[in-house]
Structures are given as C-alpha cells and as structure tokens.
C-alpha cells in the first residue's frame, strides 16, 4: 500500500533526471545527461533545479559587444597633455618672495609626518614657494610687455608693508586635506589691497577675473590622488600639529615679481623671474 504523503518520482517536478552515484564509484563517471525527447515529443518543463555537486557544469564565456583596449594606469608624477605649454606661450603668474630661512623651516615641516603619510603628499620644493597674487596660465609672449607695465602700475601705487606667518591650515579642511598650507597674519588689508591693483590691471588687459576670493596662504604640499577618507584625515591631525615654530615671524614686503615656469618630466618646474617691480 501506497502512502499517500509519497510522491510519485515521475510526478515530482523538483527531481533531477540523474541517476544516483553507485556506492564507492566516481560520482562523475555515474552522471547520465538528460535525453533529448523523442521527434515529435515535447521537452519536459522543470521549472526549477535543485542544485546538484555531482553534475559537472560549464562556465558562460562573456563575450563583449566591443573588444576592450587596455590603457595602462597614469603614474601619479605624468604630466596631462593640458599641463604642455602651447607653441608662443609662457606659463606666468605674479607673487611675492619669501625669505629661504621662511621656506625652509616649511619644508622641515614635512619631516614630522610618519613615513607612509609623508608619502601621501606632493611636497612643494622651496624653489616653488611663494605667495601667489595671480596665476595667468599660458600667455602669448607678446603680451609679457604690457603685463610688466600693468604690474608696474600698481606696485608704485602700494606702500612697503609686512606681514606675519600664522598656523598651518588645508583646504577645503583638516579632515578632507588637499592642500596643506601655511597661513598669513599682520598688514592683511594691504596685502588685500595690493592684490586687487593686481588683479584689476590684469582683468583690464583681458585676463580673466579670479572666481574666487583671495586668500593669502603658502602652499606646502598636496595631497595625492586618491587619498581620501582614513588615510586623508590623519594628513590632516599631522599637519593641525605640524611644529611650526616661525608663527609670528615678520615678513617684510617691499615688492612683486613676475615670474615664468618651466614644466619638468620629474615632476619638477623651474621658475625664472622675468620682472622685480619695488613697491611706492
């Protein structure tokens, strides 16, 4: 007598087709395919298949629509094509020199970070330190003249002054870092002052206006690419306690400069003054 809880094999939809492994055989040796139903005969539906370990299955070979070419990483220190100066052109920008005892005591700063974070960051070399009044990007040379006379302008017009270094401090901030920097103090006003003469000459000349609102700080370093999160903010607590020993250090100004860089391949540039204008 049947029970009537059991199933019917031939009835049951979740069964497998293969055969049970004979006891001590190879269980893939056992395994015997579905057969294909007869001419004229329908395909069994299943409208679902228990897994079985015992069935040796294939794996699907993804074929793209469109083969894929590999383009090896950029290495953090390769240059973008945007970063070549065009034919005719030289990359310019106006600043202020700092003193090298300044510049120096910002690069020691560098040498409190532990080792994997100092990798962390594209540290400025001294040559490049300075404080920057307005970057003009890539001019036709034949402009270099009337820039000269521009900036002459506005220096005559700006009385010596001084400033003092501040604290250290990032952008956009100390938990998301990506440039750390050394701030200003003192005489801010006229600082201010003599940057907006620059910038106002410059604008009058062509140049494009600054977006943003000036903010007189030395860049040290910047963050790599991809450094974000964990890794970014312990930059950040490094650099907010970064011994900064010069806080307070007058800074006299007593004039701007034009200068011209030079792009390197190892991921230097070179700076070439082109005009020291004394201030009024």
């Not at 009537?4 to 055989?25: F, M, Q, V, W, Y």
């Not at 000269?148 to 956009?172: H, M, N, Q």
Request: one cysteine or more; a neutral charge; glycine letters at 8%.
């Amino acid at each position: 007598m049947t029970n009537s809880n059991e199933r019917d094999p031939e009835e049951d939809p979740t069964r497998h087709s293969a055969k049970e492994p004979a006891p001590g055989a190879d269980p893939a040796e056992q395994q015997t395919p579905d057969p294909s139903p007869a001419p004229g005969q329908k395909r069994k539906y299943v409208p679902f298949e228990p897994y079985n370990p015992f069935i040796r299955r294939t794996e699907a070979t993804f074929v793209p629509h469109e083969p894929k070419i590999y383009v090896p990483p950029r290495s953090d220190d390769e240059e973008d094509d945007k970063d070549r100066v065009p034919v005719d052109t030289w990359r310019l920008f106006v600043a202020i020199e700092l003193p090298r005892t300044l510049k120096r005591e910002f690069i020691d700063l560098a040498r409190s970070f532990r080792p994997r974070e100092h990798e962390r960051v594209r540290w400025i070399g001294q040559e490049a330190m300075h404080l920057t009044l307005k970057f003009l990007g890539d001019t036709p040379t034949d402009r270099v003249p009337d820039i000269i006379t521009s900036l002459e302008r506005a220096a005559s017009s700006t009385g010596k002054f001084s400033i003092k270094v501040g604290r250290t401090g990032c952008f956009p901030s100390f938990r998301d870092p990506r440039i750390c920097w050394v701030g200003l103090s003192g005489e801010l006003r006229r600082l201010e002052q003599l940057q907006g003469r620059v910038e106002g000459g410059l604008v009058a000349l062509g140049f494009e206006p600054e977006d943003r609102k000036f903010k007189p700080h030395v860049t040290v370093g910047r963050t790599r690419p991809g450094i974000r999160g964990r890794f970014a903010e312990d930059i950040g607590v490094s650099w907010r306690h970064a011994p900064l020993h010069s806080t307070g250090t007058t800074i006299p100004i007593s004039a701007i400069a034009l200068y011209r860089s030079y792009l390197g391949e190892d991921d230097g540039a070179r700076y070439e003054q082109l005009a020291n204008l004394e201030l009024g």
